[in-house]
């Protein structure tokens, strides 16, 4: 089955040129099936090429899937049209009395500020605890999973030495965990951040688990003990060449950054980039659909609130 968008999202494009079967929603509305309805809250300046790739991971499930694009009210994108926002973007004042089978809540690049230093972070905080009684399950990313620990578990990201940045080696820390499940015992998460969640202190809460761990970058994918909370310090939704464009243009800008590790041939950032995550990035998106969405939410969306 396919993801459900909007008739002209430019997503669409790229998507059926990859042979990622989607749906318009006129099609849908004629099709007696309740599908699952995905809000993702896109906290990216980059709002486009977040979709995409969201979109092209979620669509690669049997299940037929509805997305609903949020953005906060009080924060206004700088990268962004005002058109392009009004017409493929709700407001989350406009779905705060909606329920949904899941939500993704995304980055941002703002993790060298504190939390109560960013400017919509009131805003944030007031979503992250509506997630928890209008979403049945929550996958976070990145900066969007650090910022759901500190205000549900008071767990502070810690600065790095230097940026995390590259294709990391990770395993598995529990075994036959449903989200990780036909996954190999080696798999590779991309990462990009300037701060990290220490192991010791995610411990420390009972309602806790690492799952996925890695010896270079820490901390990969953390799960509440209920399922219904995913947290994923890196980014298994990002295309081939995500990374090189950070890379080209803090070098354009003049800035201090590394050559990404493990993601050039031979981190050469003249040669080809080597893929090493795209099958299992799928697959933990598929899983998260299907074991923490699907199969446990209640077929009466107003029942999550309830439950």
Known sequence: MPIIIPNDLPASATLASENIFTMTEFRAIHQDIRPIRIGILNLMPTKETTETQLLRVLGNSPLQTEIVLIQLDGHIPQNTSKAYLERFYLPFSAVKDQ????????????????????????????????????????????????????????????????????????????????????????????????????????EKVDALEIIAESKDSGVGIIISRDGREVYATGHSEYDAWTLASEYFRDVDKGLPIQVPKNYFKNDDPAKEVIVKWRSHGHLLFTNWLNYYVYQETPYVLEEIGRT
């Open 99 to 202: 329920n949904f089978d899941g939500l993704i809540i995304t980055g941002a690049p703002v993790e060298n500020l504190a939390f109560e230093e960013v400017t919509y972070w009131r805003e944030l905080e007031t979503i992250l605890e509506w997630s928890r009684h209008h979403g049945f399950a929550t996958f976070h990313i990145c900066w969007g999973a650090q910022a759901a620990l500190y205000k549900h578990y008071g767990i502070n990201k810690r600065p790095l030495a230097q940026k995390c940045f590259g294709v990391f080696e990770h395993k598995t820390v529990v075994k036959n965990t449903k989200l990780l499940r036909g996954f190999d015992d080696v798999f590779h998460i991309p990462q990009s951040r300037h701060t990290e969640v220490l192991r010791s202190e995610i």
